[in-house]
């Protein structure tokens, strides 16, 4: 064998073992990217939804009702006993198990307690206390807070409502639904007729509705019963008033009123501080009651910290145009910021 064959033989062994090698290094490379972490399933946890939506420890819960009877749902995972898990709203006992507080009913498949209220909830913030046990007996405890507001479209006669009432000595004829709003109009030659809020509110209180004029004298006013008035309009549509009963009236800024045209009212008292804002809408625009008003839409602003648990309402003067309202938001509650 010659030198010149030998050195063949021995460099085709080297790139033989260079591509073995090189093979291996490959392959086990290739097995370490082919390993995947496993998915871990998240642990299932106890979760509260009202009217559908599930309530969020991190944020504030803002949920709109047309009734004040939200339906509760709470998820139960396989590792809490069912049996031990006591719901309480607010104050109350367990409303799983007291028959006062409502009706409830439980579905195996979906392991769901789903309670429904025999009573309307206040439109304010409410709490909701779960304390429960897992299958260890540990015992554990959750609590949320939620915003129930008060949302109104007028889809339905003002006799078959339960949250809005004519005082008895005033004219139901002033206030009637048609086409899905709320006009209030003169009827009678009574003074004036008042249309109130069911629930009193006794600290804080947002209110926001749409407001069409179909006049050009519109004296429309926004009462607290036992504190202050807001009278929209007044003056051939141009200022915004806010006064206190057997006091002299405070005027705010103009603002003109026009005729068929939307307006978004805000009405809150906050800490003492009642504020009114108004601002024109676009066109056909519905309210978002979560709207930032700029400052320059502040009509008025007042302080009264003198103020007791008040009912909210709508009156008109006999002299007042009329007017349409809709899309009314309302709740016992004010995070509201005007931006600047």
């Not at 073992?17 to 106890?46: A, D, G, M, N, T």
């Not at 006799?159 to 003169?186: H, M, N, T």
């Not at 676009?282 to 009264?304: C, P, Q, W």
């Not at 103020?307 to 809709?326: A, E, K, P, R, T």
């Amino acid at each position: 064998m010659s030198k010149k064959y030998k050195k063949f033989i021995l460099v085709l062994l080297l790139i033989i073992l260079v591509l073995v090698v090189s093979f291996f290094i490959y392959k086990k490379h290739f097995r370490q990217e082919s390993i995947v972490e496993p998915i871990i399933e998240p642990k299932e946890i106890l979760t509260v939804y009202v009217d559908g939506k599930k309530l969020d420890k991190e944020k504030d819960n803002f949920i709109y009702s047309s009734t004040l009877f939200p339906k509760f749902s709470i998820f139960i995972p396989e590792n809490v006993e069912k049996e031990s898990v006591n719901f309480q709203i607010d104050s109350s006992k367990n409303v799983l198990t007291d028959e006062f507080y409502g009706d409830t009913d439980w579905s195996e498949k979906g392991r769901r307690f789903i309670f429904r209220p025999s009573y309307m909830l206040v439109p304010q913030i409410h709490q909701v206390i779960v304390d429960y046990k897992d299958l260890d007996g540990n015992l554990a405890s959750m609590n949320f807070d939620f915003i129930l507001v008060f949302q109104e479209s007028f889809d339905k006669p003002l006799e078959d409502s339960s949250v809005w009432i004519v005082p008895e000595d005033r004219s139901p004829e002033w206030f009637r639904v048609q086409d899905g709003k709320l006009l209030a109009q003169p009827a009678t030659k009574d003074g004036h007729s008042s249309l109130a809020f069911l629930y009193p509110f006794p600290g804080d209180i947002t209110v926001d509705f749409k407001l069409i004029p179909i006049g050009d004298n519109v004296s429309l006013v926004f009462y607290f019963l036992d504190s202050k008035d807001f009278v929209i309009g007044s003056n051939s549509n141009n200022k915004m008033i806010l006064f206190r009963k057997g006091e002299s009236s405070l005027a705010g800024k103009n603002f003109e009123l026009a005729s068929n045209r939307n307006y978004h009212i805000r009405i809150t008292r906050k800490e003492c501080v009642y504020q009114l804002a108004i601002r024109e809408l676009v066109d056909e625009a519905r309210v978002d009651s979560t709207a930032e008003f700029l400052s320059e839409n502040i009509m008025i602003e007042y302080k009264d910290c003198s103020y007791y648990s008040d009912h909210i309402g709508f009156s008109l003067w006999q002299n007042s145009s009329g007017v349409f309202i809709d899309n009314v938001f309302i709740t016992g509650f004010s995070t509201y910021k005007y931006e600047e």
